[in-house]
T-cell receptor, first 116, second 114 residues
């Protein structure tokens, strides 16, 4: 069965420091991969999605970036964190959309980021 | 582009009462619809989904939802809730095109008390 791992689970970073959140998926190949951010009272915001290596779409312009160095690995980065980057970050995967899967996505456990 | 509106940000109910969490969507193409649940400090878990076929969809934990195309709604229901159903619930929509992602509503907090 497929599993998704995301780490670290919690981190506290000072303003201006770099960020790296990592996510890996097991048990599937060529998944679509996603990064969402959840801020209090604001639902889930799609940050990046990728349909393949070197195929990454950014949904929201900001100081975050994403990379997909391997088929099942997705990394969220920042060179300099802002206070507004604080939130709950969720990695997710899906099979390509289709009549059987319908683009169902499956989430990791999330990473709490507090920028101080 | 699709969008999702969850009409209630908070829904307080008593244990064993029925509940309905409302969701409306907008889209110019055929859609897939989903409900996810999030317990505190956890990721989201899929409750149920509508892809095609029967408009009444049954999910886990006794939840069900009905797809109404004319009203562009996908309301979530449970006939009798438990304390353990206290969580945040998200409605989401996706079209059937490759390379698209789910768009989520802002969530509804269901609080079940005794």
């Amino acid at each position: 069965s497929q599993t998704i791992h995301q780490w670290p689970a919690t981190l506290v970073q000072p303003v201006g420091s770099p960020l790296s959140l990592e996510c890996t998926v097991e048990g599937t190949s060529n998944p679509n991969l996603y990064w969402y951010r959840q801020a209090a009272g604001r639902g889930l915001q799609l940050l990046f999605y990728s349909i393949g290596i070197d195929q990454i779409s950014s949904e929201v312009p900001q100081n975050l970036s994403a990379s997909r160095p391997q088929d099942r690995q997705f990394i969220l980065s920042s060179k300099k964190l802002l206070l507004s980057d604080s939130g709950f970050y969720l990695c997710a995967w899906s099979d390509p959309p289709g009549p059987k899967t319908g683009n169902t996505i499956y989430f990791g456990e999330g990473s709490w980021l507090t920028v101080v | 582009a699709q969008s999702v509106t969850q009409l209630d940000s908070q829904v307080p109910v008593f244990e064993e009462a029925p509940v309905e969490l409302r969701c409306n969507y907008s889209s110019s193409v055929s859609v897939y619809l989903f409900w996810y649940v999030q317990y505190p400090n956890q990721g989201l878990q899929l409750l149920l989904k509508y892809l095609s076929g029967s408009t009444l969809v049954k999910g886990i934990n006794g939840f069900e939802a009905e797809f109404n195309k004319s009203q562009t709604s996908f309301h979530l229901r449970k006939p009798s809730v438990h304390i353990s159903d206290t969580a945040e619930y998200f409605c989401a929509v996706s079209d059937n095109q490759a390379g698209t992602a789910l768009i989520f509503g802002k969530g509804t907090t269901l609080s079940v008390s005794s």
